[in-house]
């Protein structure tokens, strides 16, 4: 059976019987279909908020009916894109938000500070993010910039991203992201460009090819390389941090 579990599209493998203490519980083992945050866990199925089922008989019988016209299935995709930027209003009422928990912190090797919540709850109440981190040294920037991502990329709301660091802390930028929230960066510099060029041709754009990117914008900068990205670049393209000095500052 399909099921949607915090905020994310997942299989079921396995049910397992918990007795609680007032009321029957079960163990619930999900596989998810996207690529993003940990592949599979088990969850305690009554206590998950938002949880549900797709039941079997719900699929659409493809052998029997036609597919959908190619029209028709471009203006989906379309609408979905559009409604990404604001899955969570009430389709009867779009001035009432519906309240919806963050999944962000669930998803991320951290422990996370109440403050450190405050930026990811400003970035769900702007239409398009803009922010500055700018907190002292040692006060978890990182993790914020960390939590504001996983929690944008959980709700749809960006599919690309790009990570401008210099470039001595372009490996430690990607070490972060992946240790500390299971997201994983490809580093983009000239080398990377020529060994992508040889495997796909020459016409291969790393800006294009790779969906989150870490970057020093020493390399960007050049004439060259700015040409290649200025095409792909769109306002979708989400810049969370240029550290300066340390992985920490955004």
Not at 15 to 30: A, I, K, P, Q, Y
Not at 92 to 100: G, K, S
Not at 211 to 218: D, K, L, T, V
Request: aromatic share 8%; hydrophobic share 40%; net charge neutral.
């Amino acid at each position: 059976m399909l099921a949607t579990l915090r905020n994310r599209r997942g299989i079921i493998v396995g049910v397992e019987d918990f007795d609680g203490t007032s009321e029957r519980h079960h163990l619930v083992s999900v596989e998810y279909t996207d690529p993003e945050g940990i592949p599979e866990e088990t969850v305690l199925w009554e206590r998950e908020h938002g949880r549900d089922l797709l039941e079997p008989h719900a699929l659409p019988r493809v052998a029997q009916t036609a597919p959908m016209p190619a029209g028709d299935f471009d203006a989906l995709v379309r609408a979905t894109r559009w409604y990404a930027f604001s899955p969570f209003l009430r389709p009867d009422d779009p001035t009432q938000r519906v309240d919806r928990p963050l999944a962000a912190p669930f998803f991320g090797a951290v422990q996370v500070d109440d403050f450190q919540m405050i930026p990811v709850l400003r970035a769900l109440q702007m239409p398009r993010v803009s922010l500055l981190i700018a907190d002292d040294v040692g006060l978890g920037k990182t993790i914020e910039a960390g939590l504001v991502l996983s929690e944008l990329l959980l709700r749809r709301r960006i599919r690309r991203v790009l990570v401008l660091s210099p470039a001595a802390l372009r490996t430690q930028w990607r070490q972060e992201m992946r240790d500390k929230f299971s997201l994983t960066f490809d580093l983009v510099d000239r080398a990377e460009t020529f060994a992508l060029q040889k495997r796909l041709g020459l016409d291969a754009n790393p800006w294009r090819t790779f969906p989150r990117i870490i970057a020093s914008y020493h390399y960007l900068r050049q004439p060259d390389v700015l040409a290649r990205f200025s095409p792909p670049a769109s306002p979708r393209t989400l810049l969370p941090a240029r550290p300066s000095s340390s992985p920490g500052t955004c």
